[in-house]
């Protein structure tokens, strides 16, 4: 992690617990395909500085389909199809704030924003949900939370699903606002997820504290202007 990450994460990296981690994950790369490829495993913290953090998403656990997880939580690389949870995210996006669907799930743009979209843990066997679990890589992202919570700036932490929420103990809610609601999964979707407004409320958290709001449209081609997809749109996802 050659970012600026290092001086606050740099102390878990010489610790016991992750270098068995390491060999946990070496041993997993030697017998089956893991997701992401590992020059991708900490992309979240690359993308986003940790200086320029303002927003962080929580997600569980990478997608384990073949070239899904590119190390950003709830998003796919290019040319992948986005998967019925980032669907339904989409659709919340475009009631909260008239963004239409971009026709892929790459949410890279989020994150060069300040939005760290972070899994709670960061690699998966292939085709095999949650097979990392309980490996280390919750206590490396609960430093990681803790250490955004640390931050004397306010942050928004949006937290979807009762595994993200659990986290809610690791902020401080009296300097930083939290988000939660049901996870956007098919499964729950309906029961409190729909509605919930998060983006919007992002912003709005973010301007009453003096900062920049998310511009939380998505460009119809990865790396394109994000002004195709239409100035209106553009005009009510960055402002509350």
């Known amino acids: 992690m050659k970012t600026d990450w290092n001086p606050v994460l740099g102390g878990e990296l010489v610790k016991p617990y992750w270098q068995e981690l390491q060999a946990f994950v070496a041993a997993e790369r030697a017998r089956a395909s893991v997701f992401p490829p590992a020059e991708e495993v900490f992309s979240a913290l690359h993308l986003t500085p940790y200086a320029q953090t303002k927003v962080l998403i929580l997600g569980q656990d990478p ?3 073949p070239g899904q997880a590119h ?3 709830f998003s796919v ?3 992948v199809t986005p998967p019925p949870s980032l669907v339904n995210v989409f659709a919340e996006l475009e009631a909260d704030l008239g963004v ?3 026709g892929h799930g790459n949410l890279e743009c989020w994150a060069r924003q300040g939005v760290l979209l972070l899994n709670a843990v960061l690699t998966v066997r292939a085709h095999q949900a ?3 679990q309980g490996q280390g890589w919750e ?3 609960d430093e990681v939370i803790r250490v955004v919570a640390a931050k004397t700036e306010p942050v928004v932490f949006i937290l979807w699903g009762g595994y993200a929420r659990r986290k809610k103990a690791l902020i401080d809610t009296d300097r930083h606002t939290v988000i939660e609601s049901a996870h956007p999964s098919p499964l729950s979707a309906r029961n409190g997820f729909f509605g919930s407004r998060p983006f919007s409320r992002a912003n709005e958290a973010l301007v009453a504290a003096g900062r920049e709001p ?3 449209r998505i460009p119809l081609e990865p790396g394109s202007a994000v002004s195709e997809v239409g100035p209106e749109a553009g005009k ?3 402002k509350p």
């Open 236 to 238: 009510r996802a960055s």
């Open 130 to 132: 949650a097979s990392h």
């Open 214 to 216: 998310v511009d939380w």
């Open 71 to 73: 190390g950003l939580c």
């Open 63 to 65: 997608y384990h389909g």
């Open 139 to 141: 206590t490396f992202t």
């Open 77 to 79: 690389r290019p040319g």
């Open 100 to 102: 239409a669907s971009p």
